[in-house]
C-alpha cells in the first residue's frame, strides 16, 4: 500500500514552454502532497506543500508563479512549470502523507525534466 | 532549527564486509528519523524509520540503524554489504511537531566486488 506515481518519468521541453508535471496517491487518500527539487548528487530541496483544497505553501526562495501547484483532489497534486528555461532543468519528485500516518511520506518516482 | 548532517559524501566498503553510512541530527524534541535509497533516476525507497521504541531499527534489505539520543545520531548499518547495495542513501529527520521532512545531503555508497 502507500503507492505514489508521478507522470510523466521523463519529459523534454523547449525553453518559454510549460509543463506540468502530476502526483497521484493510487491507493490512499493524501491529506499533504511535497513537491521537490533535486539537483545531480545534490540531496533534496522542498519546494512546496499543498493540502488539499488551499493554497500551497512555497518555501523560501521558490517563486510560486512560476512554479504553479494545484491539488486539486485527495489523490491528485500537479506542478506546473511556467515558461521554462534551462536552469529549471531538475529531477522534480513528489511525496504524500496520509491520515494516521502523518510522519512518513511516501515518494513518488521522480520526473526528469530537461528544458532545451 | 532542524537539520540533518550527513558527513561523508562518499564511502566506499568491499563487498562482504560491514558498513555504515553515518547521519547526525539537530530537531527540538524528540525526532522522527528515516533513512531512505535512491537509485539513478529513481525517487526515494523507504529503508527503515525510528518512531519509539527499541533504539535498534530494523529495515528492508539487511538494513538497520541505531538511534542514539546522547550522541542525536542514526547511523546506517548492514552486516555485510552487497554490490547491489550501491547507491545513494539519504538520512531524514522530522520533528514530531511539524510535517515536513529534513534530507541530508545524501552519501553515495559504493560496494567493491
Known amino acids: 500500500g502507500a503507492v505514489v506515481s508521478q507522470h510523466p518519468s521523463r519529459v523534454i521541453c523547449k525553453s518559454g514552454t510549460s509543463v506540468k508535471i502530476e502526483c497521484r496517491s493510487l491507493?490512499?487518500?493524501?491529506?499533504?502532497m511535497f513537491w521537490y527539487r533535486q539537483f545531480p548528487k545534490q540531496s533534496l530541496m522542498l519546494m512546496a506543500t499543498?493540502?488539499?483544497?488551499?493554497?500551497?505553501?512555497?518555501e523560501q526562495g521558490v517563486e510560486k508563479d512560476k512554479f504553479l501547484i494545484n491539488h486539486a483532489s485527495l489523490t491528485l497534486s500537479t506542478l506546473t512549470v511556467t515558461s521554462a528555461h534551462p536552469e529549471d532543468s531538475s529531477f522534480y519528485i513528489c511525496?504524500?502523507?496520509?491520515?494516521?500516518?502523518?510522519?512518513?511520506?511516501?515518494f513518488g518516482p521522480g520526473t526528469r525534466l530537461t528544458v532545451t | 532549527a532542524q537539520s540533518v548532517a550527513q558527513p561523508e559524501d562518499q564511502v566506499n566498503v568491499a563487498e562482504g564486509n560491514p558498513l555504515t553510512v553515518k547521519c547526525t541530527y539537530s530537531?527540538?524534541?524528540?525526532?522522527?528519523l528515516f533513512w531512505y535509497v535512491q537509485y539513478p533516476n529513481r525517487g526515494l525507497q523507504f529503508l527503515l524509520k525510528?518512531?519509539?521504541?527499541?533504539?535498534l531499527v530494523k529495515g528492508s534489505y539487511g538494513f538497520e540503524a541505531e538511534f542514539n539520543k546522547s550522541q542525536t545520531s542514526f547511523h546506517l548499518k548492514k552486516p555485510s554489504a552487497l554490490v547491489s547495495d550501491s547507491a545513494l542513501y539519504f538520512c531524514?529527520?522530522?520533528?514530531?511537531?511539524?510535517?515536513?521532512?529534513?534530507f541530508g545531503t545524501g552519501t553515495s555508497l559504493t560496494v567493491i566486488p
Open positions: 511525496s504524500a502523507s496520509r491520515p494516521g500516518f502523518s510522519y512518513e511520506q511516501y
Open positions: 491507493d490512499f487518500q493524501a491529506t499533504t
Open positions: 499543498s493540502n488539499e483544497g488551499s493554497k500551497a505553501t512555497y
Open positions: 530537531v527540538s524534541g524528540n525526532p522522527y
Open positions: 525510528y518512531i519509539t521504541g527499541d533504539n
Open positions: 531524514a529527520v522530522r520533528d514530531k511537531r511539524g510535517n515536513q521532512f529534513y
